[in-house]
């Protein structure tokens, strides 16, 4: 396993992350289909993932309504310190007017759930899930750096946000020296890359981390899924009432790029899954990929990723076939880039 720097922090990260969106939810809308797992299954994940050298893990106080957290709380036990432990803040825990969003009074609230459920004193990582339009940024980014200071976070990090959402957090946090965002969580893959015509340029110049959600695109680029069957893995996220086409892609343009991910794959006698998180480790800007699974052959196969290297050509191919047109005003600016270079 390798290791990258969490943003400008001094903190490393495996650049393989595991995902426990799948812990829990039985006999939940939705969560149950995602995974259901049980403790057992729960815990030979951790393991096998710690044991391959994994020190990050992921999770969010929404997942199956919080069991998620609490699986892994069990599942990780005395082996809490060896890891660099996320959780999330933001999505409905309940059905009171305040039991959302990130005013001071959620987020001080939803912190001491999501402790007591991970049965640890801190989180290593607090994200924001999503922006709320409804709290200004100031009392979010204010509840975050009390919770630092007293011990409770160790790091704040966003989810999902826009590059100049982020942007004013930051300089929100300059301004009145709180905690800053060392990390965002972004939805990339080889049909997702829209992350790359403002986000990624932003983490770059600021120095913030990019943890990927979904690189296999809701399981679409297993390979499983084919022009013919036109169905998703039943566990897969985009199998689910509520999210058909989620994350939302160009199915035909999907299975052109599937086609050549599948030449790529065969040519290095590994799944497209592992090509697919392979080619992020190769994206500016990318700390760690999460994975998920529900089996415990596709988290050994998707943690492989981290030792796929891909070559000249495959790069070259997999850019081809996915690269986004440019948009305004990216194109201008890149036409006229060199003109502030001396002749």
Known sequence: MKYRLLGTTGVYVSEISLGTMTFGGSGQPVWGSLGALPLSDAQRLVDTALDAGVN???TAD?????????????????R????????KVHARTGPGPNDVGTSRLHIMQALEDSLRRLRT?????????????????????RALDDAVRQGKIRYVGCAN??????????????REKLARFVSVQSYYSLVGRDVER??????LDEGIGMTVWSPLAGGFLSGKITRDNGVADSGSRSAQPGYTNFPPLDRERGFDVVDVLKGVAERHGVSPARVAV?????????TSVIVGARKHEQLVDNIAASDLTLTAQDLTELDEI??????????????FAGVRYPR
């Open 278 to 286: 392979a080619w992020l480790l190769t994206r500016p800007a990318v």
């Open 56 to 58: 990050f893990v992921d």
């Open 80 to 87: 809490r310190r060896d890891v660099v432990l996320a959780t």
């Open 62 to 78: 929404t997942y199956s309504e919080g069991e998620s957290e609490e699986l892994l709380g069990q599942a990780l036990g005395k």
């Open 198 to 203: 403002e986000l990624v340029p932003m983490a």
């Open 121 to 141: 004193d801190y989180i290593d990582l607090y994200q924001i899930h999503n922006f709320d339009q409804v709290t200004p940024m100031e009392e979010t980014l």
């Open 322 to 335: 996915t690269k986004l047109p440019a948009a305004y005003p990216n194109w201008i600016q890149e036409a």
């Open 161 to 174: 946000f826009a590059a100049w959402q982020i942007s004013k957090a930051l300089g929100i946090s300059a």
